[in-house]
């Protein structure tokens, strides 16, 4: 246990330790200050500009943003849905693939566009080369870079004043891809090849194993796309093993790798946040309320999984760690990282099946989900869930000690809760909705493997990871089919927009509003109380929400578990 503790020590500072300067140059990035790499950049960035006639320096209000953005993600659905639904009549086949029924193709259109990554399908055994490359990478890096664009719009409307513009989206969104995520995505993929994951356009291998069988060993552009899956916290696998695959995640130092890779935007962002606003309490009190968060989450994890399962002590078969749905080369400690990384950003990799956590132990990822993944959360979507958060908790402090409730010297006044209540409650809404649906009509319950709470956990953990854009599964259920490809495309799309746009709108009504010097009256929230109080707020608002759900699924598991 001791080197468990090493290692978490060391993997977070070594996150922070990237994350800060990387913050740093996110905020020179967005403030279109040159950088390192502008001389290399610029003349790409220009390029692109001329191409699609975008005049960078013409700034948009929340409602263009919010349009402009809209307009591209839903282009990216149509597109991706043709490229899918046409793979088998495309290049670069060698398996010839056919193509993805309607359904199938809608649901993971939307959910690589929306950052969801949701698989309801095998992607060794129906995807192209083509598909994975020109498909699923692309939306990879702007579904990613579109979260970015929210992040950043917000803080402008935090730092502003008496100003409806909150910048331009077509900018923001190239600048991501161009100066933040594409050379990181190289840096990282180039290390992962070093470490054995695969990168070629191979035709798949026919070997004979040991015991003199066939098996056929799937190959293709792996590293790549593994690269800006963590990176951009997308998730999807190349393999249906996800990061559990040695293709994918070959070893120890691969695994650091892509751990840290899903950390350091979101953490980033944080810092560029303090430097945009120039108030570094401020981010400071943002960070760590969501370390302390992200501690908790993953001590429960871990110790569960250390105590493990009763049953097997009972049987005399030894120690009851539960090793159950992990990969030996990981352990305990490794897989239970990782499960609170993938599920406290909205990522979904996994290099360990979380339907064989113990109870306990996968009721933590599903609650993280559950949340809003506002424990650093996804590139760009985990900071602007939290600062719903902060909203709302100064919103609520202030009725209650009759303070001010005001954020950066902008007063927060009706429309700006309301927007923050909605994206809270949309999320919250179809999870709860969906689930019941599925778990009321022989459509839903028809695709889970086990019966009784598990099951039950099955469905909600689906409709969770749908509509907090994560995409991790709890295995076991069969999710290809018309109820869930149509059901889960729609949680999907409702989670990322139905939040993305009351943001934006709080963003364009913060801006507009002019800076008033702070007064004895004004709440502050640059304390270890404020701290405090967005924890309780975040886990207080999850408990009140969803305890029903989980007491019926993961916690009767446990009670079940534990009685037997």
Not at 318 to 330: A, I, L, M
Not at 516 to 538: H, N, R, Y
């Amino acid at each position: 246990m001791f080197f468990d503790i090493l290692q978490i020590i060391v993997f977070l500072l070594v996150v922070v330790g990237i994350a800060i300067p990387l913050g740093i140059y996110m905020k020179k990035v967005y403030s279109n200050e040159r950088t390192f790499i502008s001389r290399l950049i610029a003349p790409i960035e220009n390029f692109i500009y001329r191409i699609l006639r975008i005049n960078p320096l013409e700034e948009m209000n929340w409602k263009q943003y919010a349009g402009s953005l809209l307009t591209f993600n839903v282009l990216g659905i149509l597109i991706l849905m043709a490229i899918l639904m046409s793979q088998k009549y495309l290049p670069l086949n060698p398996q010839g693939f056919g193509g993805m029924n309607f359904t199938l193709a809608l649901n993971t259109a939307t959910s690589f566009v929306t950052n969801t990554n949701w698989q309801a399908y095998s992607g060794e055994s129906t995807l192209s080369y083509f598909s994975q490359m020109t498909g699923l990478t692309v939306q990879n890096f702007l579904s990613a870079a579109t979260g970015m664009c929210v992040a950043i719009a917000l803080i402008r409307g935090l730092v502003r004043k008496q100003t409806k513009l909150i910048g331009n989206f077509w900018s923001d969104l190239v600048k991501s891809v161009l100066y933040i995520l594409l050379p990181i995505a190289i840096i990282i993929a180039l290390i992962l090849v070093s470490q054995g994951a695969i990168q070629n356009l191979s035709n798949y291998h026919i070997v004979t194993t040991l015991e003199g069988a066939k098996q056929i060993l799937p190959m293709g552009p792996v590293a790549s796309q593994e690269a800006i899956k963590e990176l951009g916290t997308n998730g999807g696998g190349f393999f249906n093993a996800n990061s559990a695959h040695p293709f994918e995640n070959p070893n120890a130092i691969s695994n650091f790798i892509e751990m840290m890779s899903i950390l350091i935007i979101p953490i980033g962002l944080v810092f560029t946040f303090e430097r945009m606003t120039g108030n570094k309490r401020q981010g400071y009190v943002i960070f760590f309320a969501m370390l302390i968060l992200f501690i908790l989450m993953f001590s429960t994890i871990y110790f569960s999984e250390i105590k493990g399962n009763p049953l097997l002590a009972n049987l005399g078969i030894g120690s009851p760690t539960s090793f159950e749905g992990k990969e030996v080369r990981f352990g305990i400690m490794n897989s239970s990282l990782f499960s609170t990384i993938t599920t406290a950003t909205s990522t979904g990799a996994v290099n360990n099946m979380h339907s064989s956590l113990t109870p306990i132990g996968g009721m933590i990822p599903l609650l993280q989900i559950m949340l809003g993944e506002v424990i650093f959360g996804g590139v760009g979507a985990g900071f602007y869930s939290i600062m719903v958060f902060v909203l709302f908790t100064i919103f609520i402090v202030g009725l209650m000690v009759g303070r001010t409730p005001e954020y950066l010297g902008k007063k927060i006044e009706s429309f700006e809760v309301k927007m923050a209540i909605l994206a809270i409650l949309i999320p919250s809404v179809v999870i709860l909705i969906g689930s019941g649906i599925a778990s009321i009509t022989n459509a839903g319950t028809s695709s889970i493997l086990n019966k009784g709470p598990h099951g039950l956990t099955e469905m909600l953990y689906a409709f969770s990871s749908a509509a907090g854009n994560n995409g991790s599964a709890f295995a076991g259920l069969n999710a290809n089919t018309v109820f869930y490809n149509l059901g889960l495309a729609f949680t999907m799309f409702a989670g990322r927009f139905g939040c993305i746009i009351p943001v934006l709108a709080i963003s364009g009504s913060l801006s507009d509003k002019k800076i008033i010097p702070e007064s004895s009256g004004t709440f502050k929230t640059t304390t270890v109380m404020f701290v405090f109080l967005l924890i309780a707020i975040v886990l207080i608002i999850g408990a009140l929400t969803f305890f029903p759900a989980l007491s019926l699924g993961p916690l009767v598991e446990h009670l079940q578990l534990w009685r037997s």
